[in-house]
């Protein structure tokens, strides 16, 4: 069976964002980008599914600006087999959204034949956990999403999810879309060997117009805030004083 | 002039930091604390660290290595540079470069082993007499039929209670001064060899200190280490390079990780109604220590380049193992400084920086005995140093 898995360029996420002057968004120049984690997820699930022998080829795909290609890499140094480029955007700033993604990657995966699609279940950049359900309803796909634990077994898996309240344990067709949630699997650091090897794995440069999807931005961006500053907080001498301020603050 | 990191380089320095973050820095507390590392978690980090491929970097690839250039071996030596010199050891290895120089059976015995992290090796040149006076060594090898006989003794050898072999120093003509001193490969347990007690230091926790005593040591040619009476030549061919990593790119790492800390503690430690990072007099601290860290930096990257492009920046070697190893020094201090009573406290690791830091000016060759060689370059006519369109 082969595995795809769509990975994203964001920003990192140890960096500290800051807004750009003029709200438009964040600023992404000059700034650390790394693959989103849900999606590092993704690839080591995949590579964990290889190294079981359920899997035959692990092909990566990034939908973006040509710097995606850095992040293909990490990819294939943790051990995925080759890469998919679609370059989508010449400025760094440009965000692709969800439904040109989910498109472009239906044709994919028309062409490459997975039995599954593991993805991270929303990038860190916008958050906006839509690419994956989008990308089943397309292919008319089974979807399990929030994934903690992935079980391929023929042609089913069996899927437990993180919902709320708890737990749920589905069982799919595949092929499927199965998006990574954080307590899927730890992923692994790529080692010395394997990062020299992933310089000769091949990756192909696509662009949009190759799969006739129309990329333009569908939504607009009003404004960019940063979140509050955080008030300080005080420390109280007993729970007597803590309950009088409470109760001076309103809230209780 | 290029001074774009690859993505391979970054990747490389992730895994590397990662795995020092995830497996070696919970570890380093306890080791401070008992100066012991035990031997079941020496064995667990070596085996994690070699299935990723981060045991010999420096080794070249055909001897089972990383295969690093000199540039990607300081961007890896810096890192190391965050935690202590013996998680470096047993994680990363210490596999010297001299054993490059083994030969015929020496390359299976003595050589390989090392790169695959199955013997470790030590490097015995001190002696009480002879620090950074290398040639002043009093331990004597004298031929006796077709055999070598060893006396002496060292001191001060790191790692001598875990190593399985020491590349000793000796001399085997002492009319010859410092051309007549040649390099043993001596393995534990060779009769006569006698392993003495470990000297306490001031930082450092947890590596061995040892002195090493010689008495009537039956050795071989094959323990011969290169030409006889060219030791302290191969030494200085080979060594420089070692003491690039392991003293400058160390020390420049060392102080990069003191400073983020530092920086850390002035953003959130508030007197006076405000983050102290806003008293100009810390400000002043710690634009010095980033101004003195990015310079050590990129002189460390000119030599590393210098090495790859084949040339033997040896002068240049001295002026970073000075460098590193004094801002490393100026940059720890100023985080005592502002982390102020915190600082001198053993609950944060500052005070252990401060201490571990000291040595750095000391060993592989006094801050003075690299000023010295420096100085004779320049008069030599080594413009070159602090000069690139020549004189």
């Known amino acids: 069976m082969k595995v795809l898995v769509p990975v994203k360029r964001v920003i990192d996420y140890n960096v500290k964002v800051r807004v750009k002057a003029d709200g438009s968004g964040v600023d992404l120049a000059n700034v650390k980008m790394s693959m989103n984690p849900f999606d590092e997820i993704a690839v080591e699930e995949a590579i964990r599914l290889k190294e079981a022998g359920k899997v035959e080829e692990i092909v990566l795909v990034s939908i973006g600006v040509k710097q995606a290609q850095e992040t293909i890499r990490t990819g294939l140094a943790m051990g995925a087999d080759r890469g998919i480029l679609v370059v989508a955007a010449e400025d760094v700033q440009q965000d692709i959204e969800p439904l040109a993604v989910a498109k472009i990657l239906a044709k994919v995966v028309e062409e490459e034949q997975p039995g599954l699609v593991i993805m991270g279940k929303q990038a860190i950049d916008n958050d906006m956990n839509a690419t994956g359900q989008m990308l089943a309803a397309l292919m008319g796909w089974a979807q399990a999403t929030f994934a903690s634990k992935l079980d391929v077994d023929g042609d089913s898996a069996t899927v437990t999810r993180e919902v709320d309240g708890g737990l749920q344990t589905i069982r799919v067709n595949l092929p499927a879309v199965v998006t990574a949630d954080l307590r899927l699997n730890e992923p692994r650091y790529a080692s010395l060997p394997n990062i020299m090897k992933a310089k000769k794995k091949p990756i192909d440069e696509k662009t949009p117009a190759d799969y006739g999807v129309d990329v333009s931005p569908r939504l607009e961006v009003v404004k960019t805030t940063e979140p509050p500053v955080r008030k300080a907080g005080e420390i109280v001498g007993s729970v007597d004083e803590l309950v009088t301020k409470l109760k001076d603050a309103g809230v209780i | ?391």
């Open chain 2, 1 to 391: 002039m290029d001074f774009e990191i690859t993505h391979e380089q970054r990747m490389l320095v992730e895994t590397v930091r990662g795995f020092i973050k995830d497996e070696l820095a919970p570890l380093e507390q306890e080791i401070e604390e008992t100066g012991q590392l035990p031997d079941e978690i020496a064995r667990s980090i070596f085996e994690k660290s070699r299935a990723l491929g981060l045991y010999g970097m420096n080794i070249p690839e055909e001897f089972g290595g990383g295969g690093l250039s000199a540039l990607e071996t300081m961007m890896v030596e810096e890192q190391f540079g965050h935690t202590t010199d013996i998680l470096i050891r047993r994680a990363f290895g210490n596999v010297y470069e001299v054993l490059l120089s083994c030969e015929g059976p020496q390359v299976e015995r003595w050589l390989l082993p090392s790169v695959r992290g199955d013997r470790v090796c030590s490097i015995a040149f001190t002696e009480p007499g002879a620090g950074s006076d290398a040639a002043g060594i009093r331990t004597r090898a004298e031929r006796k039929g077709d055999k070598w006989v060893l006396n002496g003794m060292k001191h001060y050898i790191s790692d001598g209670a875990f190593a399985d072999f020491f590349v000793v120093t000796a001399v085997t003509d002492p009319a010859k001064g410092h051309r007549g001193i040649s390099m043993f490969l001596l393995d534990k347990g060779t009769p006569g060899f006698n392993i003495g007690r470990d000297q306490p230091m001031m930082g450092l926790r947890g590596t061995s200190h040892l002195d090493l005593h010689f008495d009537d040591v039956e050795l071989t040619d094959e323990n011969l280490l290169g030409t006889e009476g060219e030791g302290l030549k191969l030494a200085l061919s080979v060594l420089g390079r070692v003491r690039l990593a392991q003293v400058a790119a160390r020390s420049i790492g060392k102080a990069t990780k003191v400073l983020q800390m530092t920086l850390d503690y002035a953003r959130e430690r508030v007197q006076f109604g405000q983050p102290i990072g806003e008293f100009q007099m810390v400000q002043q601290m710690l634009a010095d220590s980033a101004m003195e860290i990015s310079a050590a930096r990129s002189a460390l990257w000119q030599c590393a380049w210098e090495i790859d492009a084949g040339l033997d920046p040896r002068a240049r070697i001295s002026v970073l193992k000075v460098q590193g190893s004094e801002t490393l020094g100026r940059v720890v201090d100023r985080a005592v400084q502002i982390f102020g009573g915190m600082g001198y406290s053993k609950d944060l690791p500052i005070e252990r920086y401060y201490r571990d830091a000291r040595i750095y000016r000391i060993f592989d060759g006094a801050s003075e005995i690299h000023r010295g060689v420096i100085a004779k370059s320049l008069l030599k006519g080594g413009a070159q140093l602090f000069d690139p369109w020549g004189a």
